[in-house]
């Protein structure tokens, strides 16, 4: 079992930045893959950015340079820093932890892009 809180959502104006914060209650080193996936109204769920195996990173083209992903080791505790945001960013950011068998997912943290 794996429980994630995922904190630092809002509201920003367009061009603003903000920090996501996930923390896992497992090492990160116990995970297979962590991450960042994203839910606009109406849309599917997507894949913002992800920590694989082997230290690799996958970020999703469309935000692709505007996004970093990091993590602490000693916090357990993945980052996903955006910049330049745009209203289209706006959607429910979901952190999501792997193992071998199982996914699992954060509560969720809403991120409004509007002036």
């Known amino acids: 079992q794996v429980q994630l809180v995922e904190s630092g959502g809002g509201l920003v104006h367009p061009g603003g930045s903000l920090r996501l914060s996930c923390a896992s209650s497992?090492?990160?080193?116990?995970?297979?893959?962590m991450g960042w996936y994203r839910q606009a109204p109406g849309k599917e769920r997507e894949l913002v950015a992800m920590?694989?195996?082997?230290?690799?990173?996958t970020y999703a083209s469309s935000i692709q340079g505007r996004i970093t992903i990091s993590r602490d080791s000693a916090k357990n505790t993945v980052y996903l820093q955006m910049n330049g945001l745009k209203p289209e960013d706006t959607a429910v950011y979901y952190c999501?932890?792997?193992?071998?068998?199982?996914?699992?997912w954060g509560q969720g943290t809403q991120v409004t892009v509007s002036s």
């Open positions: 920590f694989t195996s082997g230290d690799r990173t």
């Open positions: 497992r090492t990160l080193f116990s995970l297979a893959a």
């Open positions: 999501k932890a792997s193992t071998t068998t199982m996914d699992y």
